[in-house]
């Protein structure tokens, strides 16, 4: 295991992996508190649409996707209110329309499609030195959003009507926090794809959620739940010649079933010895 760290390419998965968990964990656990997944899923399925494009043009895929899935998270903020109960013909209208624009583009451009498979089901291992400062960069964006609007993401996410009585101006704070959630998709394209994006973005928090309740604390531990998947995922897809992606959501998927189970067999255990407790002070 020494000898693998030893190499660059190696070194580079191990850094994306910090930085994407780091995204992950702060932004996902917005989405799951807020039931967002399928708008997560939405806007990363037309971030697929600006691949295809760059990719096309020759041009770093990452900077596309980055462009379309904020031009998507802006058109969801902008739309969310007024579209009602047909908000999800929008983000279905999203989700298809960004992979076809993207299958379209990638068909079209000469050569083998090597890139493909890596965008949609993710490859760690095939990071550029070039993608790590321009993840690093996306991060730096979010950390610093969250960190001097979290009053107001917490405000808006946990009752919008509330917030909206005490003059948040609710509309730009979700064009905010959905602008974020485009940048956190772009961050872990690389470790799990855009098929499987919708898992690292809501499964670290969602099991998190279920043993810590204050916000910062899920965070906190939903970006750890996330780095040991993807670091763990990476030494296990390196080992067994397989792509990272599918792998990191299978441990992520593990962790949460686990989490469940332990949840489900501790609080029976905990009220009996509760109630034990009570009846020794009557």
Request: glycine fraction near 8%; include cysteine.
């Amino acid at each position: 295991m020494i000898d693998v760290l030893s190499y660059q390419f190696f070194q580079n998965a191990l850094i994306i992996s910090v930085l994407s968990s780091i995204a992950a964990g702060i932004v996902g656990t917005y989405i799951v508190v807020k039931r967002m997944s399928l708008v997560s899923g939405s806007i990363s399925h037309a971030a697929f649409g600006g691949l295809g494009i760059s990719y096309f043009l020759g041009m770093n895929p990452l900077l596309g996707a980055t462009i379309f899935s904020l031009l998507a998270s802006t058109g969801v903020a902008f739309f969310r209110k007024s579209a009602g109960n047909r908000l999800d013909v929008l983000l279905s209208f999203l989700w298809a329309t960004g992979m076809a624009i993207g299958l379209v583009f990638i068909f079209l451009t000469p050569g083998y499609a090597t890139d493909l498979f890596t965008f949609l089901f993710g490859n760690i291992l095939l990071v550029s030195a070039a993608d790590i400062w321009m993840i690093l960069a996306l991060d730096l964006v979010i950390v610093a959003a969250v960190s001097l609007m979290y009053n107001s993401f917490l405000a808006a996410t946990f009752d919008e009507e509330f917030a909206e009585v005490g003059n948040l101006k609710t509309g730009i704070v979700y064009a905010v926090l959905f602008g974020l959630m485009a940048l956190t998709i772009v961050t872990t394209i690389r470790v799990v794809g855009i098929v499987l994006m919708i898992a690292i973005l809501t499964l670290p928090a969602a099991t998190a959620q279920l043993f810590r309740k204050r916000v910062k604390e899920i965070m906190a531990l939903s970006a750890l739940i996330a780095l040991f998947a993807s670091v763990s995922g990476l030494f296990i897809s390196y080992y067994l010649d397989f792509s990272t992606g599918p792998i990191i959501v299978l441990i992520l998927s593990f962790l949460y079933l686990f989490g469940m189970l332990a949840k489900g067999i501790w609080k029976p255990v905990r009220e009996k010895g509760t109630v034990r407790a009570n009846c020794k002070n009557i």
